[in-house]
Antibody
Framework: QVQLVESGGGVVQPGTSLRLSCGASGFTFSSYGMHWVRQAPGKGLEWAAFISYDGNKDYADSVKGRFTISRDNSKKMLYLQMNSLRLEDTAVYYC?????????WGQGTLVTVSS | EIVLTQSPGTLSLSPGERATLSCRASQSVSTSYLAWYQQKPGQAPRLLIFGGSSRATGIPDRFSASGSGTDFTLTISRLEPEDFAVYYCQQYGSSPPWTFGQGTKVEIK
């Protein structure tokens, strides 16, 4: 079955970097656009970044210039490189398949930015 | 950016009752690009409805959706215990940003 598994979350200090990973299985990864969506504790969903099947990228204004989305189709992996992390980047980060709608979603990985 | 506003913020209902959730957009959204998701505590969101009114695979027919332009509605005809959750609408037009409403929590009365 289609499955997405995120990893790489943790507790980091403001200004530092972290890389999230999302492993895909059960579908032809190279044929799908992929998203990162985040959810701050107790808050709603916020789209963060998108990469098309052929590598075109888009970012939310809140992460543009700090986050980089990438993919390795040979490994069926999606990545989110997060630099210059801020307190407000604290959230559960989900990867999700599909240019639209988003389906399915991984279980999420928690990133906590704290001094 | 299209802003989606969901109402009410919280809906307190009993099992077996009908739930009606609203999603209003700041500008017209193509019906083809409106989705609804369900999220339970500690879980990832799950796609319920896409294309404005099409149920995703495995979604029971007590879930239905309608609307056009700037006003959209998700209806749960008879609430089951497993339906108490937070529901988000989303617009996913051809260009970013893809935006979500702030969510409606359906809680047990």
């Amino acid at each position: 079955q289609v499955q997405l598994v995120e990893s790489g979350g943790g507790v980091v200090q403001p200004g530092t970097s972290l890389r999230l990973s999302c492993g895909a299985s059960g579908f032809t990864f190279s044929s799908y656009g992929m998203h990162w969506v985040r959810q701050a504790p107790g808050k709603g969903l916020e789209w963060a970044a998108f990469i098309s099947y052929d590598g075109n990228k888009d970012y939310a204004d809140s992460v543009k210039g700090r986050f980089t989305i990438s993919r390795d189709n040979s490994k069926k992996m999606l990545y989110l490189q997060m630099n210059s992390l801020r307190l407000e980047d604290t959230a559960v980060y989900y990867c999700a398949r599909g240019i639209a709608p988003f389906d399915p979603w991984g279980q999420g990985t928690l990133v906590t930015v704290s001094s | 950016e299209i802003v989606l506003t969901q109402s009410p913020g919280t809906l307190s209902l009993s099992p077996g009752e009908r739930a009606t959730l609203s999603c209003r957009a700041s500008q017209s959204v193509s019906t083809s690009y409106l989705a609804w998701y369900q999220q339970k505590p500690g879980q990832a969101p799950r796609l319920l409805i896409f294309g404005g009114s099409s149920r995703a695979t495995g979604i029971p027919d007590r879930f239905s959706a309608s609307g056009s332009g700037t006003d959209f509605t998700l209806t749960i005809s008879r609430l089951e215990p497993e339906d108490f959750a937070v529901y988000y609408c989303q617009q996913y037009g051809s260009s970013p940003p893809w935006t979500f409403g702030q969510g409606t929590k359906v809680e047990i009365k």
